[in-house]
Nanobody, 115 residues
């Protein structure tokens, strides 16, 4: 079955950086678009960044110029580099993808940005 395992979350001061990783298994990773979402309690889950199998990326406006998504097909891993972090970036970050028309999610990793 499809499994997505995120790591790399933690606590950081405003202006700091983190790199999130998501290792995928149970699918043909190299042909899948991959997605990073985030969610705060009481709020809807927000799509933060995506990357297609061909490497085309998209970002929500609030993270453009600060976050970068990239993939390593040899490692079945997608990354989210987060720079210049702000308190409003605090959230649980989830990795997601589609396989056989079903959307699959990881369990998430918590990012806290606070002084």
């Amino acid at each position: 079955q499809v499994q997505l395992v995120e790591s790399g979350g933690g606590s950081v001061q405003p202006g700091g950086s983190l790199r999130l990783s998501c290792v995928a298994s149970g699918l043909m990773f190299r042909i899948n678009s991959m997605y990073w979402y985030r969610q705060n309690p009481g709020k809807e889950r927000e799509l933060v960044a995506s990357i297609t199998s061909g490497g085309t990326t998209n970002y929500v406006d609030s993270v453009k110029g600060r976050f970068s998504i990239f993939r390593d097909n040899a490692k079945n891993t997608v990354y989210l580099h987060m720079n210049s972090l702000k308190p409003e970036d605090t959230a649980v970050y989830f990795c997601a993808t589609y396989w056989n028309t079903v959307q699959h999610w990881g369990k998430g990793t918590l990012v806290t940005v606070s002084s």
